[in-house]
């Protein structure tokens, strides 16, 4: 009588490798551009012989994952996003309308991660946001001695929402997030140009921006939510307020030249 139980295959060395590989990929463990510790010490650190960790990263290779440079070692590919850098969001980095609708957009993504950071966080993601957080001021110190440019401020407001991303543990957000960098300063940006306009606008956001981080490193989902809502709704409402005003005073320059 034959037996009906089948032979388990344990798996390779090399594929245990790559899923790890892979998973810290995905994580945002390794970024792309980043390189990968040498052979030798990335096999001690898998506890693998030096023949099966090549064999994995010849299996990242040909994944477009990872590339090597002659004499130089292996990096993460730095194109792993590059179908979300396209003519197009050239094009919606330059529109007035599009910037409000990247600012509905910020509503969901923003929301979302600050939601699961207060969920997921752990001491390490927490103690990363506050270090962001902190930079935020360095960064407009600068501003006082840069005019009208506010492209410091944006990365470091950018890079305190990214932290915020990496906290929620949510490989999805974090690289839609990493994908759509260029526009997401951009539109940090263009719009820190037009808030400075309001002397009142910097210190109310800073404030909001604080509860955001209140509520996330005190582990409160819902109120974290809450206070990304109501952060990109003040953004919101002062921009449109411009908005208006800026019209008004375009019809009355077009009435006193036709007067």
């Known amino acids: 009588m034959s037996s009906t139980y089948k032979k388990v295959k344990q798996p390779k060395i090399s ?6 590989l892979e998973e810290m990929i995905l994580e945002g463990t390794l970024m792309p551009g980043q390189k990968l510790p040498a052979e030798r010490e990335l096999a001690a650190q898998f506890s693998v012989s030096r023949p ?8 990242l290779e040909s994944k477009g994952l990872v590339s090597r440079r002659q004499g130089g070692g292996t990096f993460v590919n730095d194109n792993l996003l590059s179908s979300m850098s396209d003519p197009l969001f050239a094009l919606l980095a330059t529109n007035d309308e599009a910037q409000f609708d990247l600012l ?26 506050q270090k962001k957080f902190d930079a935020i001021s360095d960064a407009q110190i600068e501003n006082t001695t840069l005019s009208d440019d506010y492209l410091a401020e944006a990365q470091a407001v950018f890079d305190f929402y990214m932290a915020i ?17 260029t526009l997401l300063i ?12 309001r002397p009142d606008a910097p210190n109310r ?4 921006r604080r509860k955001l981080m209140e509520s996330i490193l005190s582990g409160e989902p819902n109120r974290s ?8 709704a003040y953004i919101e409402e002062v921009l449109l307020n411009l908005a208006t005003e800026n ?6 320059l077009r009435r006193l030249q036709t007067s």
Do not use: P
């Open 225 to 232: 939510w809450g206070a990304s809502h109501k952060n990109l």
């Open 186 to 197: 951009e539109n940090i940006e263009q719009n820190l140009k037009l808030l400075y306009k």
């Open 165 to 181: 991303c990496e906290a929620s543990h949510n490989a999805i957000i974090l690289h839609l997030a990493r994908a759509m960098s």
């Open 205 to 208: 956001i800073g404030c909001n």
């Open 15 to 20: 594929d245990v490798i790559l899923q790890q």
């Open 247 to 252: 019209t008004r005073v375009t019809r009355s």
């Open 104 to 129: 509905e957009f910020r509503h969901g993504l923003e929301g979302m991660a600050a939601y699961y950071a207060a969920m997921r966080g752990t001491d390490t993601d927490y103690a990363k946001i």
């Open 52 to 59: 099966s960790l090549r064999e994995a990263i010849q299996k």
